[in-house]
C-alpha cells in the first residue's frame, strides 16, 4: 500500500454514472459493482519527490492541463482510457464503486504486465480504491484491473470485468516540475500598478498584460516614498504552472529594496524576500546619490531547483539638458500638419536619459518636473526667416506663420522621448528656428530665475514650396582616375531659395560610356538625398555628365575621367604612326641594300685591280733583280781587271 497521500492521486478512469458510458463487459444480475473508474478529484504529484501536487480535473480532455504530466486515451471504457502516460512515481488511485451484493469475499486486483500487484478485498455500497505507485523507470506497461464476484481467484470467473489499459510512465516529472526561466519572469512596476498587473497568470497572460507598465528607468524624489518601484516576481515550473519557492533572494547594483512591498523606502541592496503563491513582490527605490544603469536580480529556489533572473533598471535625476534633433526638415506649405517632426531627448546630469513618460509639468509624484507642456508653444522660441513682425525675444516669442507645439512622447524616434508638430502656414514659405526651454525639478513655476531654465539647442524647420525651382547636382570630386569613385548629392530648392519638402523626388542619370550611378535616393530629406548616390568611373578617360532631373527642372555635373583622352582614339593613332615608321624603316633598309650592293661590285672591281698591278710590279721586281745581278757580275769582272 503506498505510505503518499491520497491528494497526490491521479483519476485515470472515467465515471460512467457522470455521463462518460458505461461498462463494455455485461454485468450478471448479481452484479458487485456499479462503477469503476478513477477519481478525478484527487491529484497527482509531479516532481515525484514532494512539493506542490496539481488538481487532476480535466480527464475528459485528451491532455490534462492542471494535472501536469498526466495523459489518457479512451477506448476500453467508453469515453475512459485505454492508454495513461503519467510522471515516474506518480501515485494513481483506482476507483471501484460497489452496490449492495458485494461482498468483502468479492475483490478488485490491478495487474502490471501480467504481474498481481495488489488485491483489494470489496465493501458494499462505497467507492473501494485500488492504489499504485508508478515505476520510477520509464517505459510502457500493460495493466490490467480485474474485479471478481468473488474471492481473488483468477480460476474463478462465472462473474468478473476485464478492465485493460497501456501505462505510460516518463521522466519528465523531475523536469516539468522544476523552476523555468522560460515561463517566470520579473517586471519592475510603479507602485500604484503592482496591485493590479502583478498576478499569478500563465506566463503569455502575465506578459501581455502588465507590458504597458513595465518600467525600465526611474527618478526617485528624495523624501518621497510613494516614487519607489516594485519588483514583480512571477515564478512558474516547466509545465507553466505557478510555484510557491522556497526561497527568494533579490539584490540590485544600484538603489536598494524592502521586503514591504508597499512603496516604503528600502535601506539595503538586498533582500530575502517572503515568497508568495506564484508571485513574488518587492519593493525598489532610488535616492539622489547613485545614478546611472543597474541590474536587479533574483535568485529562486525550488526543492533542488534554482533559477536566476534579471532586469535592467536605470536611476535618473534631475533635468539638466534638451536637444532637439529633426525627424524631418521641411514640409509643404500646402500640407497638413507634419507630426513628430523634432525630438526632444532630455537628459540628468550625469547623462541619464529621462523618459518622455516621466516628464511633468507639475508637482507630480515619481516626475521630473520640465515646465514642458503638450499642446503648447508657451516653452519655445520661434523664429521665423519671413516673420509676421511680432517681437520675439525669448521663451514663449514667435513670429512664424506656422503653428509650432510640443506634442507628446516621439513615435518615430522612441517612445522615451518628447515631440515638436510643425503645422506650415498655407502659401507662407519660411524657416524657423525653434529652441526650447525647460527648468529643473527645485525650480518653483515657470518663470523660475533664468539661472535654473535649461535651454536646448536650436534646429531649423522649413516651410516651403512643393514647386522645384532649383537642382544642383553636387559631387565629392570632378577629376577622377580610370574605375574610380566619389559621391553624388542633389540639393533641391524652390523659388524662395528655401530647400524643397521632403519626400521630393528626383532622378539621377550619367552620360559616357561605361559610367554608372549606383545607389542613392530618389526622393529628399533636408533638401537633399538622405543616401548619397555613388558614381562609378569607366576603366577608359572620358568625360561624364551626371543629370539630375525633379519637377522637370534639370541640374547637372561634370566629371573628368582618367585625364579626358579616349585610350582608344590614342591607341588607333599610335598604331597609324608606328606603321608610318614601320614604312620608313622598310625604305631605308632597302635603300641600305641597294647601297651595300654596289660597294659590293666596288670591292669587287678594285680587288681586280690590286690583282693586275702586283703581278706588273712582280715582273718589274724581276727584271730589276735580273738587271742587278747584271751589273754585279759586271762590276766584279771590272774588278779583277783592276787587279790584274
Known amino acids: 500500500m503506498s505510505t503518499k497521500t491520497t491528494f497526490k492521486r491521479v483519476a485515470l478512469v472515467a465515471v460512467a454514472s457522470l455521463g462518460f458510458g458505461v461498462l463494455t463487459s455485461v454485468a450478471p444480475a448479481s452484479a458487485v459493482i456499479s462503477t469503476a473508474f478513477l477519481s478525478r478529484t484527487t491529484t497527482v504529484d509531479v516532481d515525484a519527490a514532494a512539493g506542490t501536487a496539481y488538481s487532476a480535473v480535466a480527464l475528459n480532455a485528451a491532455t490534462s492541463a492542471t494535472a501536469p504530466g498526466v495523459s489518457y486515451t479512451s477506448g476500453v471504457i467508453a469515453t475512459s482510457i485505454s492508454a495513461l502516460t503519467v510522471p515516474a512515481g ?34 458494499a455500497d462505497t467507492t473501494n480504491s485500488v492504489t499504485y505507485t508508478a515505476p520510477a523507470t520509464a ?40 523552476l ?26 502575465h506578459k501581455t498584460a502588465i507590458a504597458a507598465k513595465a518600467r525600465t528607468s526611474g527618478y526617485f524624489k528624495n523624501g518621497d516614498a510613494t516614487s ?35 512603496g516604503t523606502v528600502g535601506t539595503a541592496p538586498g533582500v530575502a524576500a517572503t515568497p508568495g503563491a506564484g508571485v513574488t513582490l518587492v519593493d525598489l527605490s532610488g535616492d539622489n546619490v547613485q545614478k546611472g544603469a543597474a541590474t536587479v536580480t533574483a535568485v529562486i529556489t525550488y526543492g533542488t531547483s534554482v533559477i536566476s533572473i534579471s532586469a535592467p533598471f536605470t536611476w535618473y535625476g534631475a533635468l539638466a539638458s534638451l536637444t532637439l534633433t529633426n525627424s524631418y526638415f521641411a514640409s509643404a506649405t500646402s500640407a497638413a500638419n507634419t507630426g513628430d517632426a523634432i525630438n526632444i531627448l532630455a537628459k540628468d546630469a550625469d547623462g541619464n536619459t529621462i523618459p518622455y513618460d516621466n516628464w511633468s509639468d ?17 516653452d519655445m522660441k520661434i523664429v521665423s526667416s519671413k516673420g509676421n513682425g511680432a517681437t520675439v525675444t525669448g521663451r514663449g516669442g514667435s513670429n ?26 498655407s502659401t507662407r514659405a519660411e524657416s524657423l528656428e525653434i529652441t526650447l526651454y525647460g527648468y529643473d525639478s527645485v525650480a518653483a513655476a515657470a518663470g523660475a530665475s533664468s539661472t535654473q531654465i535649461i535651454t536646448s539647442n536650436t534646429v531649423t524647420y522649413v516651410c516651403s514650396s ?69 558614381f562609378v568611373a569607366s576603366p577608359t578617360p572620358n568625360e561624364a555628365t551626371v543629370t539630375a532631373v525633379s519637377g522637370g527642372v534639370v541640374g547637372t555635373a561634370k566629371i573628368v575621367v582618367g585625364g579626358g583622352i579616349d585610350t582608344a582614339t590614342s591607341a588607333v593613332d599610335a598604331a ?68 790584274a
Request: include cysteine; proline fraction near 1%.
Open 466 to 534: 512643393s514647386v522645384v525651382a532649383s537642382v544642383e547636382v553636387k559631387v565629392t570630386a570632378s577629376d577622377l582616375p580610370v574605375s574610380g569613385t566619389t559621391t553624388v548629392d542633389v540639393v533641391l530648392k524652390d523659388a524662395n531659395g528655401l530647400i524643397s519638402p521632403d519626400g521630393t523626388t528626383v532622378a539621377l542619370a550619367v552620360s559616357g560610356n561605361g559610367n554608372a550611378v549606383l545607389g542613392g535616393d530618389t526622393t529628399t530629406l533636408g533638401g537633399s538625398l538622405d543616401t548619397d548616390a555613388t
Open 90 to 123: 506518480s501515485d494513481l488511485d483506482f476507483k471501484v464503486i460497489t452496490d449492495a451484493a458485494a461482498t468483502t469475499a468479492d475483490c478488485a486486483k490491478l495487474m502490471i504486465n501480467n504481474t498481481t500487484i495488489k488485491s483489494v478485498a470489496l465493501v
Open 362 to 378: 507639475a508637482a507630480a509624484t515619481g516626475k521630473v518636473q520640465t515646465s514642458i507642456t503638450d499642446a503648447s508653444a508657451a
Open 139 to 178: 517505459g510502457t506497461y500493460t495493466g490490467l484491473i480485474k474485479v471478481y464476484q468473488a474471492a481473488c481467484n483468477e480460476g474463478f470467473a462465472s462473474a468478473s470485468w476485464d478492465l485493460p489499459f497501456t501505462l505510460t510512465v516518463t521522466s519528465a516529472a523531475t523536469t516539468v516540475g522544476a
Open 576 to 643: 597609324a604612326e608606328a606603321t608610318d615608321a614601320a614604312n620608313a624603316a622598310t625604305d631605308a633598309a632597302n635603300a641600305a641594300a641597294e647601297s651595300a650592293d654596289a660597294a659590293t661590285a666596288a670591292a669587287q672591281d678594285a680587288a681586280d685591280a690590286v690583282a693586275a698591278l702586283s703581278a706588273q710590279v712582280a715582273e718589274m721586281i724581276n727584271a730589276l733583280k735580273k738587271q742587278i745581278t747584271s751589273l754585279t757580275n759586271l762590276v766584279i769582272k771590272i774588278q779583277k781587271k783592276v787587279k
Open 228 to 262: 519607489a518601484f516594485v519588483v514583480c516576481l512571477n515564478i512558474r515550473n516547466g509545465l507553466n504552472a505557478a510555484v510557491t519557492p522556497s526561497s527568494v533572494f533579490l539584490s540590485t547594483t544600484k538603489g536598494f529594496l524592502s521586503n514591504t512591498s508597499n
Open 180 to 205: 523555468s526561466t522560460e515561463f517566470s519572469s520579473m517586471t519592475i512596476v510603479r507602485q500604484a500598478d503592482a496591485a493590479g498587473f502583478c498576478t499569478a497568470a500563465a506566463s503569455a497572460t
Open 400 to 425: 512664424a506663420y506656422a503653428t509650432v507645439v510640443t506634442a507628446g512622447a516621439d513615435a518615430l524616434v522612441s517612445s522615451s522621448r518628447g515631440s515638436i508638430d510643425v503645422d506650415c502656414a
